[in-house]
């Protein structure tokens, strides 16, 4: 019994000793990200965190599906505000974004930012537009909306219409050229 204490003990040691000798890789801070959702879009942007990696600015969120159709991919639009209430930055950019019906995913984002981070700065981000299979999504007045929510104008909602998707294709359809006959000539 005080042998087998006496290698638990050994052991933790050991591996306490290892975990702390372990080097932490330093991760850059993340700044908190302020999302405008737009309740009659079927995508929805959780937790969304900007940070600077080496060359470049990433945003780690969690997209989630909220429509009975597959999801292609989403058009945001971040604002960079300064403590003034002054816009420092607008950034509009496309991500591909595949998301199973009522889903939800984590992501990561690449917004095409250019310039450093202050810590005053404040940032806001909505969702313009949701490309489906079959339908497209589109917040009309989503940057209206989203600048005076910055100012703390809660009651601007942008207007969301909808059309079909005609450009992206189902899965495992083909194309089928049409092939026209000519009438049959009478002699």
């Known amino acids: 019994m005080l042998l ?11 591996f306490s000793c290892t975990a702390n000798a372990a080097p932490r890789l330093e991760q850059p801070p993340a700044n908190a990200v302020v999302f405008f959702d737009v309740l009659d879009l079927p995508a929805r942007i959780d937790e969304p965190r900007l940070s ?3 060359k470049e600015f990433v945003m780690d969120c969690a997209v989630a599906n909220r ?11 971040l604002l960079v505000i300064d403590p003034a209430g002054k816009l420092r930055s607008r950034i509009i950019w496309t991500e591909r974004s595949e998301l199973a019906m009522y889903s939800i995913k984590t ?11 202050r ?4 940032f806001f981000l909505a969702i313009d537009e949701v490309i489906g299979r079959e339908t497209i999504w589109r917040a009309v007045g989503a940057e209206k909306a989203l600048r005076a929510y910055g100012r ?5 909602v942008p207007t969301v219409r909808s ?24 002699e």
């Open 52 to 54: 600077k990696s080496d």
């Open 107 to 117: 992501f990561v984002f690449h917004p095409p930012m250019t310039g450093e981070l």
């Open 163 to 186: 059309f079909a998707n005609k450009y992206d294709r189902r899965p495992g359809m083909s194309v089928i050229p049409m092939i026209v006959v000519p009438p049959l000539r009478k």
């Open 67 to 77: 429509s009975s159709e597959q999801l292609l991919g989403i058009r945001l639009i």
């Open 4 to 14: 087998q204490t006496c290698v638990a003990i050994w052991l933790a040691t050991l």
């Open 152 to 156: 703390g104008q809660h009651d601007v």
């Open 119 to 122: 810590g005053t700065d404040q």
